[in-house]
């Protein structure tokens, strides 16, 4: 138990066997808070453990110290105030260690004579957050090159238009496809065909700045996007991919070379939606399939 405090909840606990046991080996961290202070003053064995805390590095401080963001915990507090109860609020803790905590928090009063108590109740969520991220992970990138897929690749350059806008900037668009791909896939098989879209997506992500986004579309289909770029540097942009991916790719079954189509699209010029500019880079793209590969064309 922990170092005493003289309240009635503490005697509570102590006199009755049962309750003690409860709080003690229920898998919920409870805590128990005096309103005026913000001071602890009863924690349960779970919520110890939880925090990887000994009883008095629970009670000996202010109970907002356990909160990673004082947002978080005045969210709380607000839909507390409203609603006089609050059930399964998600929020994080911080363990002693430093490590966070995702929870779902439960708080409501407890009426005990001649005391004004919270009583906060905390589960542990950090494992099914961090399965959570993992499928969302998942669903937003390419599992053959880790890159952000079509959905993940919208969002961000919504963001990104947002920021143009702000900034009166430019944003290239650059649709690239691998010309000669099917051929690799035909002649070596899908193992040799992964490890040249695995390395093109390598050969993209260094020919641009690391704040710029390279997505794989599907297939040798690729786009990037990188803020700020007017048509000058959209298209040195656009040659140093040329060059970069059409260096030699060693495979064990021989070195294979691949070139790429690109078609360039500019925001605002050529659209003002992500679709939009997809589309217009798309289609310069096959304008450049059109008439002889290899090579570049703005929209």
Known sequence: MDKLIDSSFERLIQEDERLKAFNDTVPVGILVIEVESGRPVYSNQFFR????????????????????????RENLMVKFSVEDEVRNFELRLRRI?????????SMSEIPVEEESLLLFAFVDITRLKSA????????????LTGLPARRLLQSRLDQAIVRADQTEAQIGVFFIDLDGFKN??????????DLVLKETANRLADSVQEEDMVARL??????????????????????????????????????????ASIGI??????????????????????????????????A
Not at 184 to 193: K, L, P, Q, R, V
Request: no cysteine; hydrophobic share 40%.
């Open 97 to 105: 260690d430093g490590e966070v905590m995702w929870g779902l928090a």
């Open 265 to 298: 699209a500019l925001y605002p010029d050529n659209g003002l939606t992500p679709e939009e500019l997809i589309k217009a880079a798309d289609n310069a793209m096959y304008g450049v399939k059109k008439t002889g590969k290899g090579a570049i064309a703005f």
């Open 49 to 72: 453990e939880l925090l990887g805390a000994d009883g008095d590095q629970v009670l000996g401080q202010s109970w907002e110290n356990f909160f990673v963001d004082a947002q978080e």
């Open 132 to 143: 959570e991220a993992a499928i969302q992970h998942l669903a937003d990138h390419d599992q």
């Open 184 to 193: 690799i896939n035909d002649t070596f098989g899908h193992n040799i065909g």
């Open 218 to 259: 599907g297939g040798d289909e690729f786009l990037i996007v990188a803020e700020d770029q007017g048509s000058q540097s959209a298209e040195s942009i656009g040659k140093l991919v040329l060059q970069n991916v059409s260096r030699g790719i060693e495979t064990t079954e021989g070195e294979v070379t691949i070139s």
